[in-house]
């Protein structure tokens, strides 16, 4: 299988006084997160929604942009 370069994106909002305080909290709570959604696109454009679950589940589910999930 050949790599491809991926563009990977998570939306997200906190309450923070300044941007440090701000990515220190989304960092936090990422780790304490049961499960984060990224949005991942390729090379040729297509964007794949992508859900990646704690290890404690350990499973990701990826919506293709067909809609299928994968």
């Known amino acids: 299988m050949i790599n491809q370069r991926y ?3 998570s939306t997200a909002s906190v309450e ?3 941007p440090q305080e701000a990515a220190e909290k ?3 709570q990422l780790g304490k997160a ?3 959604r990224f949005d991942v696109v390729d090379e040729s454009g ?3 929604h992508v859900t990646v ?3 404690e589940q ?3 589910q990826i919506q293709t942009p ?3 999930a994968g």
Do not use: K
């Open 26 to 28: 989304m960092l936090d």
């Open 66 to 68: 067909d809609g299928n």
């Open 16 to 18: 923070a006084a300044t």
């Open 34 to 36: 049961r499960s984060v």
């Open 46 to 48: 297509s964007t794949f």
């Open 58 to 60: 350990s499973h990701s």
């Open 53 to 55: 679950h704690s290890s």
């Open 7 to 9: 563009a990977v994106t």
